[in-house]
Each structure stands twice: as C-alpha cells, then as structure tokens.
C-alpha cells in the first residue's frame, strides 16, 4: 500500500493481506533493499530474523506470520502496529514521560524480554537464551490501541545459533550497549537489562544517559563514566523507581538484575505499592491525547 520506513538491511511497507475466502487485514512487509538481495550474509542474517522471530508469540512482541521470496525479493509478513516507537514519542515530547506511563511501558518491555530470555526449543525443549541485544526506543513500539510491543529481532542471539551475530562482533546502537557489549565479551540476557535501564532512564529524565562526541568517547562513557541518579535529575521519581532503574544501569553484570522477570516483579511490586492503577486504555487515551492524527 505504502513505503512506512526504512534502515540499512531493509524497507518496510504498509501491506494488506488477504486470503481465497476473502478476509482482509493490514500488515507490515519487511523487505531487503535491492542492492543487498545478492548478498548471502544478509540474506542469512534476514532470514535467520524471520526464524527466529516466528518462534516468538508474545503480546509484547510484534509477531511474524510469514516469510519468503518472491522474484528474488526476500520479505517477512509482520503484525503491523499501528502506532509510534517510544523514539518518535520522545523526539515530539522533549520531556520526560509521566512515571505511571513509564512503569507501565517498563512492566511490558520486561515481560516480552523475560518471554523471549527463557524461551524453550520446541524439540529438545533446551533454553534458547534468545538475546535481543539492540533494545532501545527505536525498537519499541506503542499503539493508538495502548499496546507495548518489542520488534526487531534482528540481531538478536541464540546460544544455539552463533554463526552470524559471533562474540567479538559488536551489535546495536552505541547508546544501549552494556559494558561488556562495547568490550566485545560473551553477552547474556544481562546485555538487554542493561538496555531496558537506559531506555527507562532517558524516557523518565528526557535525555540520553550519556553524551558522546565519538565511537571512542561512547565506548569511555560506557565503561567509565558515573551516571547520574535518576532522582537527583528529577525530582518526583520514587526512591524505588531510581533503584530499579538503576540497577538495571550498573556496570558490572553481576551486580544487575539477574533475570528480565526479577525488573518485572519489582516495577508491578511498586505500581502496587504506589496504587497506580495506570492500564492499556490510560495509554491508548495518552497517545489518542497528544499524537493520533
């Protein structure tokens, strides 16, 4: 129907599907760009994407319902979403968002993550370790509807499958990466809590955790620089809030959270305690409020 966007693999298009008995619906088509359709190592990476994305059914995970070629044109079929990534919803906002909004968004992106971290083989039912490794709010997606969506697996890592994304070969925007991302180290599910810390911490403060000037500055940042307490930037983020956060943001591994599911359990545990009652029709009116057309 439409050309919605495109990165440096591929072009996305607003599509309809429709089957013989004639039932309709929109979809996402991502298609490799002309000139990389030769290339074997995107291809694989492209179609290693769909294979693994297509294990993923999650309502906080934007799935995949097909894949193929057609006349040397490699595409996947995707859940399209009608909505903004939490990056065109921070560019329009300039501010940080209200802290019911970004527990909420929190409480979804981790458990997506904490799905996808302990996602079993369908046969030898053996954890896939599926790492996402480029979380950040390019990659989260928000719906007219209120809905928190995960997408682009893209780079994403099985432990059972290291032929494309190898240790060593760094992955992702500079911006998320974990220190053990930017050093080139084996990466665990750690490497996406560390991600989901800065884009909490940028959607709470209004601005990135770092300011780099170049590659190697980003990577001196990442490694060296002390972040700021969330709390002593804003003055209304709850104690637990600027723990949590926080914690996901220390530099040492073991000194974060362990498990995507342990973020989940302690952000629901303080929007209980806080009494926030904050839900999918409060986000679908904030995005109805301030950005439908």
Do not use: W
């Amino acid at each position: 129907v439409k050309k919605i966007g495109q990165g440096g693999m591929a072009e996305m298009f607003l599509a309809e599907y429709e089957r013989e008995d004639g039932f309709r619906r929109k979809v996402a088509l991502k298609k490799v760009l002309p000139h990389l359709s030769g290339n074997r190592y995107y291809i694989k990476m492209f179609i290693r994407e769909a294979r693994l994305a297509a294990l993923l059914q999650h309502p906080n995970i934007v799935q995949i319902t097909d894949y193929g070629n057609y006349h040397n044109a490699y595409f996947i079929v995707m859940e399209y979403i009608n909505g903004m990534n939490l990056s065109e919803i921070m560019e329009k906002v300039k501010e940080g968002l209200p802290v019911d909004l970004s527990i909420f968004i929190g409480i979804k992106v981790s458990m997506g993550l904490q799905y996808s971290h302990s996602k079993l083989d369908d046969k030898s039912q053996e954890p896939l370790n599926i790492v996402h490794r480029d979380i950040s709010p390019h990659n989260i997606m928000i719906s007219y509807g209120g809905e928190v969506k995960i997408t682009d697996f893209g780079i994403a890592k099985t432990e059972s499958d290291p032929s494309l994304t190898q240790t060593g070969v760094i992955k992702g925007k500079l911006l998320y990466m974990s220190p053990e991302q930017v050093l080139r180290q084996k990466i665990d599910c750690r490497a996406d809590i560390y991600a989901v810390g800065v884009v909490l911490y940028e959607i709470l403060s209004g601005h990135h955790v770092f300011q780099f000037k170049g590659d190697i500055d980003a990577v001196q940042s990442i490694l060296n620089a002390e972040i700021p307490q969330l709390k002593d930037i804003r003055s209304d983020i709850p104690e637990d809030l600027n723990r949590i956060v926080m914690k996901c943001l220390e530099k040492d591994k073991k000194e974060r959270y362990q498990t995507a599911g342990e973020v989940y359990r302690d952000l629901l545990r303080l929007k209980e305690k806080l009494n926030i009652t904050y839900d999918m029709q409060n986000l679908a009116d904030y995005m109805e409020k301030y950005f439908k057309k």
